[in-house]
Each structure stands twice: as C-alpha cells, then as structure tokens.
C-alpha cells in the first residue's frame, strides 16, 4: 500500500508560479516511478509529467513543456512538480500517482499507475 498526498496547490494569476509536492509513505516510494495529472470540470484526466524511479528519465505533456519541471527527492519520499508561465488553461485539480510496476516507466496512461492522491486544486486567473 502506498500513501500520497498532494500540497501547493492554491489560487494564482497568470504567468504566476507553483510548485507542488506530493509525499509519499508506505511501500518503498525510491524504486518507484511517479506522475502528475490533472482534470478539469467537466474533461478527462491527463497527463501533465512523468518522472523514473532515479529522475533518470521524464515525460511531458506538449501543453507544459518548457513551462513545468518535475523532480523527486528520494531521501524525502516527495515527487515535485514546478510551474512557471501559468496560463488559466492549466486550471485543474492536480493529482500524483506511482507505478509500481515499471521503475523506469514515465508513462502517460492513468491505468498505468496504482496508487493517487486525493488532489489539490490549481486556480489560474486570467
């Protein structure tokens, strides 16, 4: 069983910036690979980032390339994702979640990944 929880989340202007963290506890979080998504009212959930059990390899939604970064802290059990550049589109409930399965996996399929957090809400004005 694995345990996370989002934080960071919060009301925002555009251009302004965030940065999430999602804590992991339970099962060994190291050897895991993590990922970001979000969903919006009334759409699917998707990807937004996607990091390897070492930080080794990361994936990226087009959406926010350039503009977010995750990263992850192994001795802390807490997966990052930095946003720069908001823009109101980026509005969502974010969610973390690990695969435990493929390590080196940065997938982008919700179904790949086992475990979520119950999410944190991201607001961006225009």
């Known amino acids: 069983q694995v345990q996370l929880v989002e934080s960071g989340g919060g009301l925002v202007q555009a251009g302004d910036s965030l940065r999430l963290s999602c804590a992991a506890s339970?099962?060994?979080?190291?050897?895991?690979?993590m990922g970001w998504f979000r969903q919006a009212p009334g759409k699917e959930r998707e990807f937004v980032a996607a990091i390897s059990w070492n930080g080794g390899q990361t994936n990226y939604a087009d959406s926010v390339k350039g503009r977010f970064t995750i990263s992850r802290d192994n001795a802390k059990n807490t997966v990052y994702l930095q946003m720069n550049s908001l823009k109101p589109e980026d509005t969502a409930v974010y969610y973390c979640?690990?695969?435990?399965?493929?390590?080196?996996?940065?997938?982008?399929?919700?179904?790949?990944?086992?475990?979520w957090g119950q999410g944190t809400q991201v607001t961006v004005s225009s």
């Open positions: 979640a690990t695969d435990i399965h493929r390590p080196w996996g940065t997938s982008v399929i919700p179904v790949d990944y086992d475990y």
């Open positions: 339970g099962r060994a979080f190291s050897n895991k690979a």
